[in-house]
């Protein structure tokens, strides 16, 4: 089937429609896939006969959410499964099995306050509710695929190591190929590139097996097997879908050729780390509300300013949901082409928000926020980052002028004259300006999603931070 039959076929809108597509495409297992509160895919596998039309209104009883991260406790442990019929697919990699995203439901039938799902739901009701029926989101998630990995920490004692081979890397003894040099990665050809068919076969799944458009793939700037496909912008929530859709189809595509796929943002030391771009506008009425071809700076408007001050002002506080691991700040250092400063520029990728200025017209203009990796739950992420432009917006929050200088070449009292900020340095200095500034998330999260979040990203980050370095040993050993 070509591309263009493939993505005109409709997303299923209701039961009644998956299950004809079921009987037609000879499913016979469903996988009922949701989120945990981090982001983290699970799921539970039924046989179809046990799906009814009535489940996609009522919800399936089949989740224990004492057992998930960041849901219940055991004493009130059990929910439900909601299906959303959009998202239903056949996975091409199991015997006649189909893959259906959830939201999840209290028994009582209202929605989970910590299902992030909903939480995403709410971000587009509240975008609405202000004024923008819709808004386009075009997250670029780097990542890597190696050969194997290993690492070990089951022995703090006997000593923790880990290890990373690929035919690609900068270090590789196989001699085989042509190693890929630190930060020489950026669009090399095959054989350099080793990797080209498996992004091809990632690519082909997206559009072939889950209706999902690519745009482009290409060898990202590390060694060792860095790469990007872009996928073709949506709304919101589908885009959240997508998002964790595309996560799926690599980690699956890359097993199933012998490959370990990982969205760390920062696995390897002394080379770019995986980020994830978040190109976002807001629309009404078919049209772009960042878009002012009178303006002379990038023909963004005053609202598209005005979200730009929002982000600027909470991008501390975003970074706990936009950059939630211990790992995501090895990779927000300066020298790495990483996003560090809050500030904004057309064109300028040492900037945290950049105007892409390929094309200038309404149906292009868009701000990319680029701090943002993808180890982020999109549903949170994504919602996070629409309160903190729409706050912008209500409050008409201005940002310090546009710096079209390299900021990673300003001094320290440039960069304060020019009234530039850093993002945090670590995790728990991200949960700390969370708590500190968490107003402007009403309504679209739930006190208790926060709460519960805040509870597991602390916990996280204490059992990394207790734990000794292998380069603690070097600096410290004969202190």
């Given at each position: 089937m070509s591309e263009s039959v493939l993505l005109s076929v409709p997303k299923p809108k209701t039961g009644a429609d998956v299950l004809g597509r079921m009987k037609q495409e000879g499913v016979t297992w469903l996988d009922l896939q949701f989120v945990d509160l981090v982001g983290d895919l699970q799921h539970i596998s039924v046989p179809t006969h046990t799906i009814e039309e009535d489940d996609?209104?009522?919800?399936?009883?089949?989740?224990?959410?004492?057992?998930?991260?960041?849901?219940?406790?055991?004493?009130?442990?059990?929910?439900?499964?909601?299906?959303?019929?959009?998202?239903?697919?056949?996975?091409?990699?199991?015997?006649?099995?189909?893959?259906?995203?959830?939201?999840?439901?209290?028994?009582?039938?209202?929605?989970?306050?910590?299902?992030?799902?909903?939480?995403?739901?709410?971000?587009?009701?509240?975008?609405?509710?202000?004024?923008?029926?819709?808004?386009?989101?075009?997250?670029?998630?780097?990542?890597?695929?190696?050969?194997?990995?290993?690492?070990?920490?089951?022995?703090?004692?006997?000593?923790?190591?880990?290890?990373?081979?690929?035919?690609?890397?900068?270090?590789?003894?196989?001699?085989?190929?042509?190693?890929?040099?630190?930060?020489?990665?950026?669009?090399?050809?095959?054989?350099?590139?080793t990797l080209q068919d498996v992004r091809r076969s990632i690519s082909d799944s997206l559009q072939n097996d889950f209706g999902i458009p690519v745009e482009a793939h290409h060898h990202e700037v590390a060694t060792a097997g860095q790469c990007e496909i872009n996928m073709r912008f949506d709304s919101l929530v589908p885009m959240a879908d997508n998002l964790l859709t595309f996560k799926y189809v690599v980690k699956n595509v890359a097993y199933n050729a012998g490959k370990v796929a990982t969205f760390m943002p920062k696995p390897m030391y002394g080379d770019n780390g995986s980020g994830m771009h978040?190109?976002?506008?807001?629309?009404?009425?078919?049209?772009?509300?960042?878009?002012?071809?009178?303006?002379?700076?990038?023909?963004?408007?005053?609202?598209?300013?005005?979200?730009?001050?929002?982000?600027?002002?909470?991008?501390?506080?975003?970074?706990?949901?936009?950059?939630?691991?211990?790992?995501?700040?090895?990779?927000?250092?300066?020298?790495?082409?990483?996003?560090?400063?809050?500030?904004?520029?057309?064109?300028?990728?040492?900037?945290?928000?950049?105007?892409?200025?390929?094309?200038?017209?309404?149906?292009?203009?868009?701000?990319?926020?680029?701090?943002p990796d993808p180890t982020a739950n999109p549903y949170l992420a994504f919602a996070a980052m629409s309160a903190a432009g729409l706050d912008g917006i209500k409050k008409k929050m201005m940002p310090p002028a546009p710096v079209d200088a390299n900021i990673w070449h300003m001094t320290v009292a440039e960069r304060r004259a020019a009234g530039i900020q850093e993002l945090p340095g670590s995790l728990p200095d991200a949960l700390h300006a969370l708590e500190a500034d968490r107003a402007y998330l009403k309504p679209i999260f739930a006190d208790d999603l926060i709460d519960s979040y805040l509870t597991l990203k602390y916990a996280e980050s204490n059992a990394v931070g207790t734990r000794p370095h292998p380069y603690e040993f070097e600096l410290y050993l004969n202190a």
């Open positions: 996609f209104e009522r919800g399936v009883g089949k989740l224990d959410g004492s057992s998930i991260k960041g849901f219940k406790e055991i004493y009130e442990s059990d929910m439900l499964l909601l299906p959303i019929a959009s998202t239903y697919r056949k996975i091409p990699w199991e015997k006649d099995t189909g893959r259906i995203f959830c939201g999840v439901k209290e028994v009582t039938g209202t929605r989970f306050s910590k299902d992030s799902r909903h939480t995403a739901e709410n971000a587009e009701r509240v975008l609405a509710q202000a004024g923008f029926d819709t808004s386009y989101w075009g997250p670029e998630a780097e990542f890597f695929l190696f050969d194997e990995v290993h690492f070990d920490v089951t022995n703090p004692h006997r000593g923790q190591s880990y290890s990373i081979g690929s035919m690609e890397a900068a270090w590789s003894p196989t001699g085989k190929g042509y190693p890929i040099s630190f930060k020489g990665g950026y669009y090399p050809v095959p054989p350099a590139d978040c190109n976002q506008s807001l629309w009404n009425g078919g049209k772009n509300q960042f878009f002012d071809a009178d303006e002379k700076y990038a023909q963004i408007s005053q609202n598209a300013i005005y979200y730009i001050g929002g982000l600027i002002a909470h991008g501390k506080s975003l970074s706990a949901f936009c950059n939630p691991t211990t790992n995501s700040y090895r990779r927000l250092v300066p020298g790495y082409e990483a996003p560090v400063y809050l500030a904004y520029s057309k064109s300028n990728r040492s900037a945290c928000i950049r105007i892409p200025n390929y094309f200038s017209n309404e149906k292009s203009k868009r701000l990319e926020y680029r701090a």
